[in-house]
């Protein structure tokens, strides 16, 4: 089909099986381009919205690999720009540089703002003031009087980065008196990054990029999965076509939709079948990754115009606890019942230490 | 969607009519750029693809075939080739008040224009802490370097300019917008009025060979008098483009400077003021006369010149004397005679020495250089020899409009007195033809002037077939001479 075909066809809900199959494939549940906050996700959000809105100097999240951080991120982003006119938002995906110079990594931090890196040598400092002059510039452009730094994957950054990290707050504050809360987001592997500043003595930064430490969380019960599942129910979270009315279930299982079938009721069945993935672990958690892939597989593969009941067997769930990946993470990237956030092992003695100090 | 990526840019950082100069330092501040990086932002290119502009571009036009962001905020835009007639690059001009906001009008650059029309501040191109002047309005690295500050003291130019200064905007661009539209519809009118080159008939370029050299000898008379040549272009412009503007806000010419002439229409003034310059044509030349017999004739016709140390070069070891053009001129102005055949002669004896013609060659620029020196000391400038030779015709204009004004107020004087046959045929002026006038500072003393006589404002050289283009230099220099004499005839006289 060509493609303004489609775009016309598509400003439609289908009206029969061909016509959904043909639509399907701008589906965003099929692209995977589609954003639904969970419960755990919105707790997170209004930890970091009070924390910005009380100008501390920093919020910082563990999360296991695929719980969706990168997507936290992002909702945090635009929950932050649209509650908190005030404050001017920058987003930063930290990558491996290794940088061992500053410029390198200020070029970096520079061009993740937005900016246009020409081509030329500059000096180090040139460099700084660029990331500095940028944010100060946008934030009062906006009338902003803070700035709130989402970094995600900030276990990739080295000490020597965060120092540099540290030199651009500094030194915002010194040019334009705007603070800024940095909000951490990070894999189990920034706690052994705190560990390293703590042996190296690096309190500076564990204070300003690592204080209050806080572990992203996953489903954890039914019933936020029932919340999720019923997100895919509801026209105003999920609609496709845009502007049809029609949710995201209703588009793969119309007929079913009509006659009074729902998502969300599945979501027991859903949990059971991953609980039985799960062992016998009392506490486990569902990664983003994973709810939204078993949601997606049952979708798009019973996808069905004319069927009138809808995907309500458990061996369909069965299958899509199966096929999403959790019984895979498990003891692999996630680690049931394992705190993600330790203490230092040096904790104990810096805080003596501190405290004989103070 | 694919990140964008941007140059840093604030909002409210663009205002209406303002200028590139000011454009291009937030830029620069900014985003820290080199000036390759600045000067791609005026020629349609993106950061880092360094085109190298000369780092002394203009920023009062833009290159002719390059478009870029802010290529149409250069004074060029709306003044076409007026724009260097009015405007200096020299330097740096801004309000104070505007800059403390980052604003600067491309229109400030336009040297008559004195007050800012927003604030009614003075417009200066010092520094407000050190008073060093600013730099060139152009891509310099003295003024990208460090943006917004002194190259000398670097302290920023005007207190309180900060970050959020260059954000809280609306008020000053709204003002701007009420304000400056007029100006900029004049500028744009103006460019309808074609520079016509009338030695060419054809329209001439932009550059400091502009049209005041041929489309109005008064501009280059004013200019002799010392006064910018671009204030004198401006108020030229007002005639020929109507301006309806406070005429507070620019700088005014002296009543003595002012000038009669006009490029389009008739010369009834001219006519009018002949009338009544006839009425003194007996007294002056009776003096012309007396001058003529009591110093050329005991002096010869020729000065004779010490030449030894150029003897390798083939240089003349006589020159006619000045007065010879000078009377040939004082005829044609004061006496309404002109022995132009006399005149002719002059001018082939005086051809060559003292032209300012670009043409010549670096020889012969030498060989004028060091006769200009031998001039200036057989005048007896023998304390600084360095002068350029363009700086004496100014010079020596000057002198002669105090001598004009001083006769005249003579004139004024004793003209019902009816004794001033007498009186200066009494006068000794032989000690009138000592050269101190032309060691003082003549510049100064024709600023002092106060007074101007009405009869003489008007056109003097380029008036019908005299060939007043090459033989300028020498003329004026005859007056000189004929000044200096007259200049103690009316002192005695006093």
Redesign the interface.
Known sequence: MKEPEIQSYALRAPGNREEQFKLCALHPVVRRNYFIPSPPLKRASDLVLQRVSLRRTSCSFVAVPRFGKTHATRFITDEISSTLPDVYVVRMVCEMIGAQRPKAFHDFVF?SS???????R?DAS?AL??VV??W???A???KATHIALIADEIQRMTPEELTYLADITNKVMD??ELRITTVAFGSPEMVYLRDTLCALRRQDLIGRFFSGLTSFEGLQSKDELREVMQAYDDPECAEFPPGSGWSFSRFFFPTAYQLGWRLNKSAPMLWDALQAKAQKLKKWELGAEYWSAAIEFVLTNYMDFDDAVGPIEEQVWTAAAEDCGFAESLNATYFPGQAVIWQPRSAAKVGKRGKSDA | MP??????????WTGPYEGPFTLALKSA??????T??TSALFNGQ???H?WQVQSSASLLSRPPDRGGEWADRCLSHYAGDWTFELASDQHFRFCPDCLRQGYQASIYQIQALRLCPIHFRELTTKCMRCGALTCAYSLNQAAFGKPFHCWHCSEVWVEGLS??SL?NTDELHAECEQRLADLYRWLSSLQKVEIVDRRKGSRSGCGSDGWYRTIDPDCRLLERMGVDRRIAGFWIATRLSHMLLDADLFVKLNQRLAFAGTVVGGNSEQDSRDDHLASFIPIYKSIRRHIEKTYLKRCGCEIAIDMQSSSRRRMPRKVPHLLKPSFAIWRRRFELTLDFDLYKRVQRSWSGYLRTDNSLSASARRCRFFYAASFLKWYGNDRDLRWPIELLPSMVLSNFFSLCNEVKALMDETIEDQTIQRKHDALDIRGATDSIWLQANLHQRILESTEFPEQITGPYFGIGDMPFQSSCSQVVLALTYSSLAAIDLAKNWA
């Open positions: 061009e937005g900016g246009l890196i020409e081509r030329v500059r040139s003031m660029r002059r940028r100060t510039i946008e009062v452009s906006a040019e334009s | 990140k964008r990526y941007t140059p840093t840019w604030g909002k409210g501040w900014a985003n820290l750029p080199t390759a990086g993106s950061f880092g360094g970050l959020r954000s």
